[in-house]
């Protein structure tokens, strides 16, 4: 393993319900850069989170994180680990009972014996780097979707990880949100020297901060490469996908019962 | 035929998922209690579970107790006068409630009020991704969340049975002796001389201890296995109140009969 790959996934294979999400996928995740994972709705882009998080067991292949193999982890090894990983969930997941201050210093207060008025100072930095310093006394019902992913995003570095895994962070976000997330996932990534792995679909959004992009489909990796190069990659497939092509590889029409068994019959 | 092999299919089916049911909910009760947090941290997190799961429950359950004592005091008379043994109408209430209905039905009620509210808020804990994103901070949920909710439903209910049982006697009392006039002197004595602590108070305190184990273990494995959307979490909350219900009367006979069967 190389000392600049902090994450690696070999030969990754994983089924739900006799349904092949990834079949002998490969992937690395440099130290210090932002690596997106794009692909359609539905490819298992939030289930490979979960898999590189440990939530989920592959059913084949393994995941390496900072010389870590996940498969031969304990669960304590595996909940310690994951203190150094920062996850921004796709729905915030901010605690409902807890106010917004409370939700940031939740994770300081269970891993740290910090005295309380240095967690107070440290959720107020962290708060501020968002802008959201003001809502702290807010609860999370109170909060508009972009607020609340911008809280959790306070809450995913209260820790400052070394890793943090965005999923869907642009996701039913108005413009000016969008631009505020985009600079803030560049600004930590810069300024903390942080992995990021973003998985996203909101092409444009991801081209303009990720330094590398892996494009998945149907289970496999169709394509990978910088933003430019994947823009101008001469694929079909890609070029759907990344200039967002209603008809094309990837087929307008869900495949109904009768062709999904004729496919299955094909592929056997 | 054919239909017949696919029934028995679905039947097989049906087994095995209640037969992984019942090992995932072993799996959470032994993984949530061999790893309970520090001392500090539980005690903290104890208290708060103590007080929605107990405090909460006080007011229907002071208020069922009260009822029932109340017609159980009315009936007993009602049958007692006949043989013109109103007197024993103490030794008959505080026996059935301290025995039967105290720990059943505090059990009911704590698994209409409590355990349901605590599949549902566990349910909904997993439907918004709070219990994964806990998880993605290194906190296992199980530690966090589990392990206090089922340590505050051990120790809540067999207090809540307490007054149950002590509230239902004294409702008993206010219908047996200051409404109906039975004399007081009677009502006391005999309950005092046919009541044994160890025979009818501790058995009904072993059988709250019981039923508080089987209601929590239930209403979380409901919440943490529930599927995360709407119907999931109805479903696991209408699952919890039907199969505690059932278990507690289930295990009320058979405690039952281990106690006083030899009689």
């Known amino acids: 393993m190389f000392k600049d790959h902090f994450v690696e996934i070999r030969h990754l294979s994983f089924k739900r319900e006799d349904k092949l999400i990834f079949n002998d996928v490969d992937l690395t995740i440099n130290r210090g850069k932002i690596t997106a994972i794009m692909g359609p709705s539905g490819t298992g882009k939030t289930t490979l989170l979960k898999l590189i998080g440990g939530q989920l067991k592959p059913d084949q292949g393994e995941i390496t994180i900072d010389g870590n193999n996940l498969s031969n982890i304990s669960r304590t090894q595996l909940f310690k680990l994951r203190e150094r990983i920062g996850m921004l969930f796709q729905s915030g997941a901010l605690f409902s009972d807890l106010t917004v201050f409370e939700n940031v210093a939740f994770p300081m207060r269970e891993h740290t014996q910090l005295p309380n008025d240095i967690i107070n100072d440290l959720v107020s930095m962290k708060l501020q780097a968002v802008g959201l310093r003001g809502a702290k006394d807010l609860m999370p019902s109170e909060l508009s979707g972009g607020m609340a992913r911008r809280v959790a995003l306070a809450r995913a570095i209260a820790l400052d990880p070394d890793m943090i895994m965005y999923d869907e962070p642009f996701t039913g976000q108005d413009p000016i949100t969008k631009g505020v997330l985009v600079k803030l996932i560049k600004l930590l990534n810069d300024s903390l020297n942080i992995t990021s792995i973003l998985v996203s679909h909101d092409v444009q959004e991801t081209c303009s901060i990720a330094d590398f992009i892996y494009l998945i489909a149907n289970g496999k990796v169709i394509g990978s490469g910088t933003p430019s190069e994947l823009m101008n990659n001469p694929s079909l497939q890609i070029r759907q996908f990344m200039q967002g092509l209603p008809d094309g590889p990837v087929p307008f029409h869900y495949p109904t019962q009768q062709s999904y068994h004729e496919a299955m019959l094909h592929h056997e | ?263």
């Open chain 2, 1 to 263: 035929m054919n239909n017949f092999l696919m029934q028995l299919n679905q039947f097989r089916n049906n087994i095995t998922e209640s037969l992984a049911a019942i090992g995932r909910a072993a799996l959470l009760l032994i993984q949530s209690l061999w790893f309970i947090p520090d001392s500090k941290k539980i005690i903290s997190l104890l208290i708060k579970q103590i007080y929605q799961e107990g405090v909460l429950s006080l007011l229907i359950i002071v208020l069922s107790g009260l009822f029932i004592g109340m017609v159980i005091g009315l009936e007993g008379y009602n049958v007692l006068s006949g043989f013109g043994s109103e007197s024993a109408l103490g030794q008959m209430i505080a026996l059935s409630i301290l025995r039967e209905l105290g720990p059943v039905v505090a059990a009911l009620l704590f698994a209409g009020r409590a355990g349901s509210a605590l599949t549902a808020e566990i349910g909904h804990m997993k439907t918004t991704e709070q219990l994964a994103s806990m998880e993605m901070m290194g906190v296992d949920p199980l530690r966090r969340i589990i392990a206090p909710r089922l340590l505050a439903g051990f120790i809540s209910l067999p207090i809540l049975t307490m007054i149950f049982s002590v509230v239902g006697i004294w409702g008993g009392y206010l219908v047996g002796v200051r409404w109906l006039g039975v004399y007081e002197g009677s009502f006391w004595s005999n309950m005092q001389a046919s009541v044994e602590f160890g025979e009818d108070v501790f058995n009904g305190i072993i059988k709250s201890l019981v039923f508080g184990f089987i209601v929590t273990w239930i209403a979380v494995f409901q919440g943490y296995d529930s599927k995360p959307t709407s119907l999931g979490i109805s479903n696991a909350t209408t699952k919890t109140v039907v199969f505690s219900s059932l278990a507690i009367l289930a295990m009320d006979f058979i405690l039952t009969a281990l106690m006083f069967g030899d009689h």
